[in-house]
Each structure stands twice: as C-alpha cells, then as structure tokens.
C-alpha cells in the first residue's frame, strides 16, 4: 500500500493529530487499531510505499490484527482504498460534512436551539459535562438531540442512559444505542419507567442466581435458561415457592435439567396449579395412584404365581 503526503526533514517534523480524533475515535477504538492509525498517519508524510507485513514488523503486531486494523479504518471511511494504494481521509472534513448534511443532523449550537424545552438542552450540557469533560464530540450532540425524538425519553432518562454505560466503561456510541433501544423496547420514556424497570431486572436476577445457586450451576445461566425462568416467573405467575417444588423432584429422580424442570412447571400451570399446596396435592395424588398400581400389581403377581404353584402340585400328583 502506498499513503502519500509533502516529505518534510524527519527531525524537525510533527505528525498532527486532529482532536476531533480523540473525541470521536478514541474512545471506541482498540489500541492496536490506534497504534496502526497513528503509525501510517506518520508515514503517509514520506509518500512511503508499505506491505501490511511491514507494519506487523515495525509496530510488533500479528499479522491478523494489522489486516483487522487496517479493515476498521475502511469500514470508517478513514482509510480509502485506490488502485495503487491507500488514501488517509480528513476527519475533520468528514465530520464536518455529517454536521452538515441534510439528512438528519445539525450543529451542536442548533441541536440545543431545537431542543424542546431548556430542560432538554440543559441535559445536553450537563452530559458534556459530567461525561466528556466538556469536549464532547459534536456528533454527539446530533445523536442525543436524535435519540430525544426517536425514543421519547425525558430528560432524567436520558442522564441515566449515559450515566448507565459510564459506569459500565462503554461511553461509547453502539452501546449506548444498544441500551436505548433496550429501554425502549420496555416502554421506557420517564424516570419512573426506568426505575421500575431497574427493579424488574434486580428482581430478575435475585431468581436467577437463586435457581443458580440451588442446582449448584457455578456458571452464567445461558439465554434460553433465563428466558425459561422469565416464563415461570411472569407468564406463570410463579414464586420461588413453587419453582422450588420442581427442583426438588428433578433433583429426586437425577434429572437436573431445565427442560425437565420447564416441563413440570408447564404442566402444573397447564392445569391451573397456582400454590404450593395445590401443587402438593396434585403430586401426593400421583404418588397414591403410582402406590396403589403397584399393590394391584403385587397382587396380581401373587394370585398368578399361586394359580401356577397350584397347576404344578397337580401335576406332582
């Protein structure tokens, strides 16, 4: 590949780095991507013409990741492949021309401006302040304003939603997109929304690690294994003291699976089971028919085997 720029004296040059890249870069990006960056960005100044062998030398990078690198600046529009090389786009062209676009940005100044009341544009500064150090990314401004129209949320949800992925160290775009659309999947647009969903999904957990913890599954249950539990917790309507009821006859007869488990519960809830004495009775019934079938067939045995001792002496005779 071959980046190009003005060759300048190696001792007395400077490679600049616009800050509109550690804004809207930075953050997101892995450090070895960073590393390839920052190190063809230096030598697009020398017109210099480089194998991706030669960067996995140079900057002491497997040869996959320099080629994962060098495919995550393409896919940002950063590195633009020509015929005979590479090209190193302008950023801060680029993000200048998405502030500008007709489809559906605006300045940062004219995101605030257009915000519905000054509630909203007071969140946005109090999210560049509180989050970015008052240097946030002008795209995130076009972002928020978008989010506040797309998902309707208020002005506490939308704080939480960036306070929710920096305490998760993902202030990052994809993420916080990711948990927007999650809380507004869960009809989630004011404060009390959010906190009743926080309380949903603590309530959530508490099941799952106690189901967890009695079948002794040292390990993260898996998705389908929490959807099973949402089923019974929700669609059910049952408690752990019911729940419990199914994993102790699973454990009884050494079938701890949850597709065992799932199918008790569904039967139990096919038949309008809805407390654990109902449940009891029902099993205690089983085991009262399962007891009287086998004295039926001890019997049977018995009169059988007598009639067949009978037929034997009568022919010792």
Do not use: C
């Amino acid at each position: 590949m071959k980046l190009s720029q003005n060759e300048k004296s190696l001792l007395f040059s400077s490679t600049d780095i616009p800050d509109i890249f550690f804004t809207e870069y930075l953050p997101e990006t892995k450090g070895d991507y960073v590393k390839v960056y920052f190190y063809m960005l230096f030598l697009s100044k020398y017109n210099k013409e480089i194998k991706i062998n030669d960067l996995s030398k140079t900057l002491a990078l497997d040869f996959p990741t320099v080629q994962d690198a060098i495919k995550y600046w393409e896919d940002k529009g950063i590195l633009v492949k020509k015929t005979d090389g590479y090209t190193l786009a302008d950023i801060q062209e680029m993000e200048v021309a998405k502030l500008y676009s007709p489809k559906v940005t605006s300045s940062p100044e004219d995101a605030i401006k257009n915000a519905q009341s000054q509630y909203r544009a007071k969140a946005i500064e109090n999210i560049n302040s509180q989050f970015f150090q008052g240097v946030m990314s002008p795209s995130w401004y076009n972002d928020i304003d978008l989010w506040f129209n797309k998902y309707g949320f208020d002005e506490q949800v939308m704080l939480a939603l960036f306070n929710y992925a920096y305490d998760k160290r993902a202030l990052h775009r994809n993420y916080v997109q990711a948990t927007a659309d999650a809380w507004s999947k869960n009809n989630i647009k004011t404060f009390n929304d959010l906190d009743a969903y926080f309380e949903k999904q603590e309530k959530r957990a508490g099941i799952n690690n106690e189901i967890a913890k009695k079948l002794n599954l040292y390990r993260k249950l898996t998705t389908y294994e929490e959807e099973d539990i949402v089923k019974w917790t929700e669609n059910y309507g049952y408690g752990m003291d019911i729940i419990e009821i199914a994993l102790k006859n699973a454990s009884a007869k050494n079938k701890v699976r949850f597709d065992y488990i799932d199918t008790l519960l569904t039967d139990w809830h096919a038949k309008e089971l809805n407390s654990p004495q109902e449940v009891t009775t029902y099993l205690n019934s089983i085991k009262d028919k399962e007891k009287k079938t086998k004295q039926i067939e001890k019997v049977a045995y018995e009169y059988t085997q007598s009639t067949f001792d009978n037929l034997e002496s009568l022919y010792d005779n």
